[in-house]
């Protein structure tokens, strides 16, 4: 028999449901996310700590899990909240299905809730902070928990989901037909931060011809380029970027040493905080699949994979930044490149996992800027 579940968010409303997952209490910020597919990737992103995510699709679950979808080697979201999973998935990868899953990792979810409602809810108010119990169920205690969480906003989480010890990735894309993951050979060395890495980044990386030395979020500068990197790569990672100051530091250093970088949601964040922009939260954030972003260069709209709650505030950028992309949902700042350095960022998901392939070019464009870093430089007379 199904136990019973509640979410409860801070200002006071609950939704009661079934448990999906494991018994226990969570809290975290409550965000919902638009996308059709992915909610294995989704749990599995480390972006998502400390996040109840909420999905808009009504059945979730449908093509169970497989452990080739993780993002990362444990799930990171704080809990999951869906309408419906059904009573049996069907794919050929299946190996187990969702509510098992989750059971068997920890994870608090609740199912059979109004996620229509809830997310109407999170749209008009903003990100909520809330709490998911499971088993026995106390809408008060919950409540408390919900109203106790501080919020993400100066939460340095970086440093918390980071690799304890850095280690080199090689593995490229899966190949469906032997199921194993293609290695390539490499031609540039690449030093990844680990903010909060997806896989499907390193992957990226990889099948393009490059090997990848991940290391710890703190690591400094210094220890980076003893490590003679071709490029230096700025991962996604959850929490608020403004506190993460070790990192702020270290990339200004690689900057000034024109080591071409390339910088991905949280590591976009963190590039414009240390040529000194300012980043602010949103109100509901992006979440989802199918974002039109415009390339400012080309005029070209693409379909992008998105995942944040804060952003680039483009009136306080330097001169020496353009500014490349931008949403044309809310008009906020999606991409920026330094004009007179190899460095570049996408706010979105260019490995789009789950999501569509539109911003995969930009990986092409960082190894280029490694072949030849005035590749995309304005003032140096390199090319564009
Ligand atoms: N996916 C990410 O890297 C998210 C970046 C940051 N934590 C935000 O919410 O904006």
Redesign the pocket.
């Known amino acids: 028999m199904n136990q019973p579940a509640i979410l409860a968010l801070e200002d006071g409303t609950v939704f009661e449901g079934v448990s999906v997952g494991a018994p226990g209490l969570s809290v975290g910020e409550v965000v919902f996310n638009t996308a059709i597919t992915g909610y294995q990737e989704v749990l599995t992103?480390p972006?998502y700590a400390r996040q109840l995510v909420t999905l808009t699709y009504p059945h979730v679950g449908n093509t169970g899990c497989t452990d080739q979808d993780d993002e990362a080697s444990r799930v990171w979201a704080s809990g999951l909240i869906v309408r419906n999973v059904p009573r049996r998935p069907s794919n050929w990868r299946n190996q187990v299905a969702l509510p098992q899953w989750l059971a068997a990792r920890g994870v608090v979810a609740i199912a059979d809730i109004d996620t229509r409602k809830l997310t109407r809810l999170l749209r008009e108010s903003g990100a909520q902070n809330g709490a998911l119990m499971a088993g026995d169920v106390d809408v008060a205690k919950a409540l408390e928990a919900a109203r106790a969480f501080p919020g993400?906003k100066g939460m340095d989480?970086a440093k918390v989901v980071t690799t304890p010890a850095s280690y080199e990735w090689r593995d490229g894309q899966l190949d469906l037909d032997s199921n194993t993951f293609v290695q390539a050979e490499a031609r540039h060395h690449v030093v990844a931060y680990d903010?909060?890495v997806k896989h499907n980044i390193l992957r990226m990386l990889a099948e393009r011809g490059c090997r990848v030395t991940v290391v710890p979020a703190q690591t400094s500068a210094a220890d980076v380029m003893a490590l003679q990197p071709d490029g230096v790569f700025l991962?996604?990672?959850?929490?608020?970027?403004a506190p993460c100051d070790y990192a702020i530091a270290a990339i200004r250093e690689f900057v000034a040493a024109r080591v071409p970088t390339f910088g991905?949601?949280?590591?976009h964040?963190l590039l414009a905080l240390a040529v000194g922009a300012q980043t602010l939260k949103?109100g509901h954030?992006h979440h989802g699949a199918n974002h039109p972003v415009q390339d400012l260069d080309s005029g070209r709209v693409m379909i992008t994979s998105q995942?944040?709650?804060?952003?680039v505030d483009e009136a306080t950028l330097p001169a020496n930044v353009r500014v490349t992309h931008r949403s044309l949902f809310d008009g906020s700042n999606q991409g920026i490149a330094l004009t007179d350095a190899p460095a570049f960022s996408f706010q979105g998901?260019p490995e789009a996992s789950p999501g569509p392939h539109d911003v995969a070019p930009l990986f092409d464009r960082f190894v280029a800027s490694m072949r030849d870093p005035g590749f995309g430089v304005r003032d140096s007379g390199g090319r564009q």
């Open positions: 992103d972006s993400l989480l903010f909060g991962s996604n990672g959850p929490g608020d970027p991905i949601c949280l590591g964040q949103m954030g995942n944040h709650g804060f952003a998901h």
